[in-house]
């Protein structure tokens, strides 16, 4: 069985704060993703990564950076986190042959 | 660029009914299409991957159809019960270099006992 394991499940900040969400898998060779999903909005796409030190914008990249420095591990970094980025944040793995996608639990952030 | 949408975002049926989940996407050179189920709170998993060659796909009481040309995919749930209630997703892979998937909004499911 695949899995993808988000190290946190809930996280609290503040604004201004530097946030760190992490993402292991147990795959090697795969492409990972880093979406946020909101009430009304679905799933949007933030960064995805196909290789170590590779990452491509998603639909909405601002206010966030990637880092993938081990393949299995792909990190999402808000900078300075502020108010308008709580959210429910999820990673997933992907495998290139098929395009199935594989979703860890999701990590609660709230801004405050 | 590749659309999808499911309808009706909301669904309650009652226990042991056989139900039927619509995906539509408006992009046929659909490489595959995959269902999830999401539960309160969770991450998505992954239900059913059905490739453009394949014309469904089965597991259990979940049966995946796709008809690549009508823009269409159905999720058939049989013999429904409490424990399926949950907001369930497709997702459709149009294949190349983004390896980026466009998801519907979802159905939510309540199956009433």
């Known amino acids: 069985d695949v899995k993808v394991t988000q190290s946190s499940r809930y996280l609290v900040k503040r604004t201004g704060e530097k946030v760190f969400l992490e993402c292991v898998q147990d795959?090697?060779?795969?492409?990972m993703f880093w979406y946020r999903q909101d009430p009304g909005l679905g799933l949007r796409l933030i960064y995805f990564?196909?290789?170590?030190?590779?990452?491509e914008k998603g639909d909405i990249p601002e206010g966030y950076s990637v880092s993938r420095e081990k393949k299995e591990r792909f990190s999402l970094i808000l900078e300075s986190a502020s108010t308008n980025q709580t959210s429910m944040y999820l990673c997933?793995?992907?495998?290139?042959?098929?395009?199935?996608?594989?979703f860890g639990e999701g990590s609660r952030l709230t801004v405050l | 660029k590749q659309e999808v949408t499911q309808i009706p975002a909301a669904l309650s049926v009652p226990e042991g009914e056989n139900l039927v989940l619509n995906c539509s996407f408006t992009?046929?050179?659909?490489?595959?299409l995959q269902w999830f189920r999401q539960d309160p709170g969770k991450g998505l998993t992954s239900l059913l991957l059905?490739?453009?060659?394949?014309r469904e796909q089965t597991s259990g009481r979940l049966n995946a159809s796709l008809d690549k040309s009508s823009g269409r995919s159905t999720l058939y749930i049989a013999a429904s019960q409490p424990g399926d209630s949950a907001t369930y997703l497709c997702?459709?892979?149009?294949?190349?270099?983004?390896?980026?998937?466009?998801f519907g909004k979802g159905t939510l499911l309540t199956v009433n006992p």
């Open positions: 997933a793995l992907g495998r290139r042959a098929t395009g199935e996608l594989f």
């Open positions: 059905i490739q453009s060659s394949q």
């Open positions: 990564s196909y290789d170590v030190k590779m990452k």
């Open positions: 997702a459709g892979y149009s294949g190349g270099s983004n390896y980026k998937l466009t």
């Open positions: 992009d046929s050179a659909i490489y595959n």
């Open positions: 795959m090697d060779h795969e492409n």
